[in-house]
């Protein structure tokens, strides 16, 4: 039973950290139709910034986290600038973003290849990791409670960013029909750059933790595989999908790992998506999108 | 006369929209009819049910005695039903040729051995399937076309072109859904030419869509019109014409373009 | 005849562009955007060299089994779930080739799990790879110019006019998931002849995504593209190798640049042919182009 209650809250923990980038991915995609895959990027991005500035300027955790989630941000408006834009802007055809974010994806973790180098990094010890004991009825650590509480924290602000605030009501309303959004006077491009800084940021946040969880290197980006499952799972373009489909995965990984073999979770992770979208093709939360006749 | 297509107590609910209402009518072999009715009455959605792209909710539909209700959409087609499309569907980057081709092949068949080694009765077939593509193209005036891309013909061209791939599928049944939208009168008038060549022609029953009434009127001997799902009156034009539900659909929902 | 070296990249084009022309089918022709292709490849390596190794199989018959073995599993997985459209298949793409890699590093008594296999008996000479790229080429042109190549690229259009056409349009992206596996196992299984020795990682979601910008850069529904691609990025590949470091960053950028500038690849969807050269001489001379091609009301 305690085993279980740990598995349990490590499983929501994990899951706290997908959500973060699951959401991103699922916001950019509720606004462009597409998959992108150099999400990934800006997490490794974020980690990186965190760590240079934890190791070389000798900084704070909340100044290198803070300089983490501004820069993941701004790379990630940079990178829709530099590759999106003018491909969206010259065609409609979603298949050239996907494809140019496998190239983008690419070049930002080689970039990181070439200038720190491929060997793993481990962050200074900025976040305690010490175990805690929960009411005597199970232990974890404090790791695990404080990336589930700092998830928390982002998604309600992500929540309140969309649902009271003026982009925010543009960004739900894009996310309907983005053209419609154009004509009725909002500002596309600056909307689609609020979109891709609040995605980036939010990698970032999840990449510090992932960076603390697995160690730092240019591949970490890599995991948002999981991510972009946990989005499917809960519905493309759906938030509160990703958030579900997230929680879903991190609790699947871990009883996996904790009760049957470490190296069966990413396997479980993969039969959990494809009996997910055998049975419900557009995900949990997913729209059914009948194609007019 | 025999009943070729029958449809009868058909529902179907979008949601909470009653989208089809108790539909029934019967179409007689050789038949050249027209379903019409005001924007949003339900006529597309009967072409959808009839062709199996959504499922019904109730009733039955029976083509040539055999029940066709829970067919998908291939095997509806290749019991000998073909339709065109209101917002054409043609495959705008192939050649208008390649358009009719890929209709025309399934009645041309060869094994799968046979596409991959080029051998057999591949070339034979293919003549046949091209030289037949090029008369239906022909047929439609379409001949000096056939090597252009169907998305860079002029509008009234590609409708033409939809109309000779679904000839191309040699069916006893064509539906037409709306094949004179966007045409300019002049379009029209040869559209409805080739409307009553190719069912006198090709021996052909015929149920086409029009949103304007007194096109129907002029090519259809058979009449039928729908209003918010249900049908309200079938008949030959005059009856249609001067039935006061069809009058207060049209009159009280939009007026009919001169 | 040639160098060791050149041979060797003979061999190596002979096998991309094998499984190249497997994606090409499948994301190309059929319009199935695919990012676990190479999990087929190393279906078809593992299948052919446990075969050939423990069950004392003749290699040419591994290698047919290979192929035989991707295809089959690409058939049994493609029913169920290229029922997915669009992002979601390609996305349980991912899955599925990533599961293929990681059961064969989880099956410890028979793959030797991420240890590898080695001392892979080395069939793959020049002639066999040569043989085989041409046999299947030929074979892959002959399937796009018949009546299979018109139903695939009916599918990929328009899905709904499709099957408005006659087509089983759920079958016909299952047979084109088979065929392309095919390709992909056979090339993995010479591969493995190749480089007598195999091992899961080299089959990971890098060398998919390889396997699929290859395809876009040579342009999408184009098979002459496809080859003309694989010949481009194998040889710059190569000819990168010194600055190996940079490598992967140019080759990132490059499919971003294709993207902005020329996204329908360096063919578009033409290929290479009678048309395409009497359209070139037609476009290099403009005045003709006025005459040919000129609106006849």
């Known amino acids: ?76 408006v940079l990178t829709e600038k530099l590759a999106y834009k003018p491909i969206r802007e010259r065609t409609n055809v979603t298949l050239y973003l996907l494809i140019a974010s496998m190239g983008m994806s690419i070049v930002i973790e080689n970039i990181f290849v070439i200038i720190a180098g491929g060997r793993f990094r481990a962050l200074p010890p900025v976040i305690p990791t010490q175990p805690v004991s929960l009411f005597g009825i199970a232990t974890t650590s404090m790791f695990d409670i404080l990336s589930l509480v700092t998830a928390v924290v982002f998604l309600s602000g992500l929540q309140i960013f969309l649902t009271r605030t003026k982009w925010g009501l543009a960004i739900r309303a894009a996310a309907y029909d983005l053209r419609v959004a154009g004509l009725m006077g909002v500002n596309v491009n600056r909307l689609i750059s609020i979109v891709f800084f609040t995605a980036g940021l939010l990698a970032a946040v999840g990449g510090i933790f992932l960076s603390v969880r697995y160690t730092l290197y240019p591949q970490l980006g890599l995991i948002t595989i999981k991510a ?44 959990l998506l494809v009996i997910t979208l055998l049975i419900r093709p557009t995900g949990l939360f997913g729209k059914d999108v009948k194609e007019k006749v | 006369m025999t009943p070729i297509l029958e449809v009868s107590g058909v529902n179907k609910f979008f949601g909470g929209v009653h989208a089809v209402v108790d539909m029934d009518f019967v179409l ?59 917002n054409l569907r043609l495959f705008q980057r192939s050649s208008a040729l390649e358009n009719v081709m890929t209709a025309c092949q399934q009645h041309h068949h060869y094994s799968f051995l046979e596409a991959v080694t080029h051998l057999g009765r591949w070339k034979k077939t293919e003549t046949d399937i091209r030289l037949r593509s090029m008369e239906l193209l022909d047929r439609v005036g379409l001949a000096d076309r056939a090597d252009q891309a169907a998305g860079t013909l002029p509008y009234g061209y590609q409708r033409r072109l939809e109309i000779a791939r679904a000839l191309a599928l040699e069916p006893e049944l064509l539906l037409l859904d709306e094949p004179a939208a966007g045409m300019n009168p002049e379009e029209v008038l040869e559209l409805n030419e080739l409307i009553k060549e ?19 009127m002029e090519i259809c001997p058979h009449v039928i019109c729908m209003n918010f799902g249900a049908k309200i009156a079938e008949g030959n034009p005059e009856t249609i014409q001067n039935h006061p539900e069809v009058l207060r659909a049209y009159l009280g929902e939009e007026v009919p373009e001169a | 005849m040639f160098g060791g070296y050149t041979e060797g990249i003979i061999i190596l084009l002979c096998i991309n562009s094998i499984a190249a022309m497997g994606v090409s089918l499948l994301t190309g022709f059929t319009g199935i955007f695919t990012l676990g292709h190479a999990g ?26 290979g192929g035989t073995g991707a295809m089959l599993v690409a058939w049994l997985v493609g029913i169920p779930t290229l029922k997915l459209m669009g992002d979601y298949y390609a996305i349980a793409s991912i899955g599925l080739g990533e599961a293929i890699r990681l059961i064969l590093e989880n099956w410890q008594s028979v793959t030797r799990g991420a240890r590898g296999v080695p001392g892979i008996p080395p069939y793959t000479t020049l002639p066999v790879a040569l043989a085989f790229f041409l046999v299947m080429a030929f074979a892959m042109f002959c399937l796009i110019n018949s009546r299979y190549g018109r139903a695939f690229k009916a599918c990929r259009d328009d899905y709904l006019a499709a099957s408005l056409l006659g087509f089983n349009t759920a ?127």
């Open chain 1, 1 to 76: 039973m305690e085993t279980v209650l740990q598995q349990v809250i490590n499983g929501l923990s994990l899951g706290s950290v997908y959500a973060l980038i699951a959401v991103g991915y699922s916001l950019v995609y509720s606004i462009l139709l597409f998959s992108n895959f150099a999400h990934g990027g800006f997490l490794v991005i974020g980690g990186y910034i965190c760590y240079f500035i934890l190791r070389s300027i000798g900084g704070g955790i909340w100044i290198a986290s803070l300089a983490a989630l501004m820069g993941a941000g701004f790379c990630a």
């Open chain 1, 228 to 271: 972009f499952i946990a989005a499917v799972i809960g519905g493309l373009g759906s938030l509160p999908g990703a958030v579900v489909g997230s929680l879903i995965l991190g609790l699947a990984e871990m009883l996996t790992a904790g009760f049957i073999s470490s190296q069966m979770r990413d396997l479980v992770v993969f039969l």
């Open chain 2, 28 to 86: 007689e072999k050789g038949m050249l009819a027209g379903l019409i009715g005001p924007n949003g009455a339900g006529k597309t959605t009967v072409f959808n049910l009839i062709t199996g792209i959504y499922p019904l909710e109730t009733g039955h539909i029976t083509f040539k005695g055999e029940d066709i209700s829970s067919l998908k959409s291939y095997e509806v087609i290749g019991r000998g039903i073909a339709r065109t499309f209101q």
């Open chain 2, 198 to 216: 190719i069912h006198s022609d090709f021996k052909l029953t015929i149920l086409v869509i029009e949103h304007h009434m007194e096109l129907v």
């Open chain 3, 40 to 65: 087929y490849m190393a279906l078809g390596a593992y299948v052919s060299s446990l075969l050939i190794m423990k069950a004392g199989m003749p290699w040419l018959a591994g290698i047919f089994l």
């Open chain 3, 171 to 297: 079958k016909l992206r299952v047979l084109s998931l088979a065929i392309s596996g095919f390709y992909c196992g056979v090339a993995g299984a010479l591969l493995a002849g190749f480089l007598s020795f195999i091992q899961p990682i080299m089959f990971d979601m890098i060398k998919s995504t390889e396997l699929t910008s290859v395809v876009v850069f040579g342009g999408l529904g184009s098979m002459s593209g496809t080859l003309i691609g694989t010949g481009i990025i194998t040889l710059v590949t190569e000819l990168f190798r010194p600055i190996s470091q940079y490598r992967m960053l140019i080759y990132g950028a490059v499919i971003v640049i294709i993207m902005i500038f020329r996204p329908e690849g360096i063919m578009g969807q033409k290929e290479l042919g009678k048309t395409f050269f009497r359209d070139l001489t037609r476009r290099l001379k403009p005045a003709d182009k006025r005459h040919g091609g000129g609106v006849k009301r």
